[in-house]
Every structure is written in C-alpha cells, then in structure tokens.
C-alpha cells in the first residue's frame, strides 16, 4: 500500500471520514452537525489536488484519482442522500418513500457523474455535469439557512442530480471575489458563528444562493 498512497490521498481520506461521520450524525438526528460536516469534506475535497501539485505526485497508477472518487461518492453522494432520508423520517414520515426514490436518485446520478469524469477527465477541460460537491453544499446551507423545507429541498436535489449527469459544461468556479466571500461565509458556517437577520443565517444563505446561481447560469447557458 505504500507504494500507492501519497499525502493527498490522506486528505482524501479525510474528505471520506467527514462526510462517513455526518451520515452517522443524520441517523442520529443530529442534522447542525452533519451538515456542517459535509462542509469540512467540500474543504477537504477542495484541497487535496492542490496537496498533490504541490508535492509533485507522479500518480502513474491513477490511485489518486479513484481514491477521490470513492471518497466523494461517500461524502457527496451518500451522506445528503441519507441527510435528506432521516430528516424525513424524523420530520415528515408521510413522503418517506419519495424521499428513499429522491436519496437512491441522488447516489444512482453521483456514481454515474463520477464514473464518467474518471473516464473522461483528461480529455476535457473543466467539468461535463453538475459536479458532485455541489449537492452536499446546496443541502447543507439550505438547512444551515433556518429556511429548510424538504419539499423544496427534494425538488432541488432531483435538478441537481439531472445536472449531474447532463452533457453540459461547468466552467471551474474562478471568481476570486466571490470564492474569498464564499470562503468566509463557510467558517462562519462552521464556527456557527450566529450573524442572523429575522432568524436566518446570512452567510449560510449567501453560500446558498451562489451554489444555486452556479448551477443554474451554466444549465441554461
């Protein structure tokens, strides 16, 4: 195994871990700390190429590349699907079962988004399809927001799954200004750092409206 693992490996693993323990933290209702936990995968998953370019990795194996992958399928894919289950379970038993379609839809179109960037990845610049931390973040500040439904919550990760797996083409999000305000807004997210206005939390919101604006201006480009 030595042979194959590298530094951002472990930090991959440690996207893995974060997103494995929110799942464990929505089966026990605990749902603050289980999104704030697929947030510390999206940083997690965020930094792990720039580990690998920074420390030169020769990944001749394409170890890394699946071991993100496997990773993100858990984080992104499994752990909101099982957010969404559980809070349902716990909050609005009557739509259990499109809830379950809703979840299986969302790990059905994570695994297919994710197979077909491995096959692809090297031969297109930017992303084909929705990727797939943008699921877990959407989730995730909605609920943080204090204005969670999950009725709007399930129609909107049906449209994200969709995007997940269409032919369009994401264009990696550049815009420093934004992603400096989004970067402050997520440690005040995971700080629960109360900057509230009427009982909504305003960065929460802010990280929200930016994921949901992504999303939609490439899907209609």
Known sequence: MKDFVALSDLVSLMNMSSGFISILMSINHNFSLAAVLMIFSLIFDSIDGWVARKRNRNDKYGFGKNIDSLSDIISFGAAPA??????????NSGITLVTSIVSLFIVICGVLRLTRYNVISDKVDGF?????PGIAIIISSFYLSGLFNIYFALIIAVVVSIAMICDKSYKKFNNR????????CLALMIFQIPLNLYNVNIPSVIVFLTSIGYLLINLVD
Do not use: D, E, M, S
């Open 177 to 184: 200004y934004l992603l400096a305000l989004n970067g402050i």
């Open 128 to 132: 084909i399809g929705f990727p797939i």
């Open 82 to 91: 099982i957010f969404l289950y559980t809070y349902t379970t716990a909050n």
